[in-house]
């Protein structure tokens, strides 16, 4: 019985399952963490669940793997420094931070695609990796659709709209520094976590506790625990391991569909939880980044293959 389950666990089926577990959980992130930014929880408090959280999960593997302070494989100090920058402190901080200021639909369509156009640009320039025609054609279509979606904001739609998506602007070129740093010094996803996870409680806790104020005892347990489960849990490493196990199954390229569905699941979650309604610029700015990002990862060559 328990090889049947993992037979059914290691096929094609189940790994489209565990990517679009892990799209929906990313897509959640954003809407649920500026529900609590409204309600009683600030961006430093779930900055401080998440890590508290992951870094507990993940301490295991850091000791287990020997880790250390600049990782397994002994990283450089220069490794080490942008890969827990990007996808720690300042990654979420600029996340969650944004989100006092501007929707989470625009967080869903900024960010990704930032981080996207950015680890192409890099690709190119550190990486020395050639870009096709159609990538950088697609890199333009999806700057139209980030311009499209800010450009309310520019034009005074709401006085700090404009920060909020400057922000998510800068968490997506954040997360792009800590994918290219990780393929550059060639860091394994669960370790890069570990790393990112461990040091960045490390280096926050006590500025956390020491200077700045918490919502945490003031708010609902149940706000907590939730917020807990969804920062530290679902989103440092739930989603990490099922995106994962879906591209050692289906390959980097099929898996590559998941996160382009993350930009329309926040906007249409945000609809219902946080009665946000896009404008219809923001609509139209939302398809030519989803249509940018199928293109980005060769996903309209695939489905024309699959047609003929």
């Known amino acids: 019985m328990t090889n049947t389950l ?9 790994a489209i399952v565990f990517g679009l577990i892990a799209a929906f959980i990313w897509g959640v992130w954003p809407v649920v963490s500026a529900l609590s930014i409204d309600q009683s929880l600030s961006a430093f408090d779930l900055t401080a669940l998440r890590f508290g959280v992951a870094g507990i999960i993940l301490l295991p593997l850091f000791w287990r793997q020997q880790l250390g302070i ?6 450089s100090w220069k490794a080490a420094i942008l890969i827990v920058t990007g996808a720690g402190l300042p990654y979420v901080l600029a ?3 944004g989100l006092e200021f501007a929707p989470a639909g625009h967080f869903g369509v900024i960010t ?14 550190i990486l020395k990796e050639t870009q096709s025609r159609t990538r950088w054609i697609a890199v333009g279509i999806i700057l139209c659709g980030v311009v499209m979606t800010g450009w309310e904001g520019l034009q005074g739609r709401g006085e700090d709209v404009w920060i909020g998506d400057l922000m998510f602007f800068s968490a997506g070129i954040l997360w792009a520094t800590f994918t290219l740093s990780a393929r550059l010094y060639s860091v394994e996803t669960f370790h ?18 020491l200077f700045l104020d918490s919502g945490i005892p003031e708010a609902p347990i149940s706000e907590v625990v939730f917020q807990g489960v969804v920062q530290g849990l679902l989103t440092a490493v739930v989603a990490l391991i099922l995106f994962t196990r ?13 996160p382009t569905l993350v930009p329309g699941t926040v906007v249409l979650l945000a609809i219902p939880i946080l009665n946000e309604y896009p404008t219809l610029i923001e609509i139209i700015g939302l398809i030519i980044v989803s249509i940018g990002m199928m293109l980005a990862m060769g996903l309209w060559d695939r489905l024309r293959r699959l047609s003929r």
């Open 246 to 258: 879906a591209i050692a199954i289906l390959g980097a390229g099929r898996a590559a569909v998941f």
């Open 192 to 209: 890069a976590a570990a790393l990112v996870s461990v040091w960045s409680a490390v280096l926050f806790f006590p500025v956390y506790v």
């Open 70 to 75: 600049l990782g397994r494989g002994k990283l």
């Open 112 to 125: 990704p695609s930032t981080q996207l156009m950015t680890s192409t640009l890099g690709s190119w320039l």
């Open 6 to 14: 993992s037979q059914k666990l290691h096929t094609v089926p189940a």
């Open 95 to 97: 996340g969650t931070g």
